[in-house]
């Protein structure tokens, strides 16, 4: 059971940044990849990006490009995002997720983290 733990949310103001980060106990061919979701009061949980293990490959979602950076660090197993230019918009619970597929479109969590809230005032 692969566990994930995440850190870095809080309040700031529109335009501020912030980093998260996810530290996953173990890699695994389940956990190929790592992302991040996020999920507003009374929206659906929504992909944001995702960085896999080997190669490094990355997605986003389009409302979060040239915002926000997905990037990783092998040796202590642990995913960053790197959060700029927020907005109130993006308010959410943001939760670490792992998984053998995760794409922008194709998103399949195996692995999810507690959650850490994000919140930008304006």
């Known amino acids: 059971q692969v566990q994930l733990v995440e850190s870095g949310g809080g309040l700031v103001q529109a335009g501020a940044s912030l980093r998260l980060s996810c530290a996953a106990s173990?890699?695994?061919?389940?956990?190929?990849?790592l992302g991040w979701f996020r999920q507003a009061p009374g929206k659906e949980r929504e992909f944001v990006a995702a960085?896999?293990?080997?190669?490094?490959?990355?997605y986003y979602a389009n409302s979060v490009k040239g915002r926000f950076t997905i990037s990783k660090d092998n040796a202590k197993n642990t995913v960053y995002l790197q959060m700029n230019s927020l907005k109130p918009e993006d308010t959410a619970v943001y939760y670490c997720?792992?998984?053998?597929?995760?794409?922008?479109?194709?998103?399949?969590?195996?692995?999810w983290g507690q959650g850490t809230q994000v919140t930008v005032s304006s």
């Open positions: 960085i896999y293990w080997t190669g490094g490959t990355t």
């Open positions: 173990e890699r695994t061919f389940s956990s190929a990849a």
């Open positions: 997720a792992a998984g053998s597929r995760m794409t922008a479109t194709n998103a399949q969590p195996n692995y």
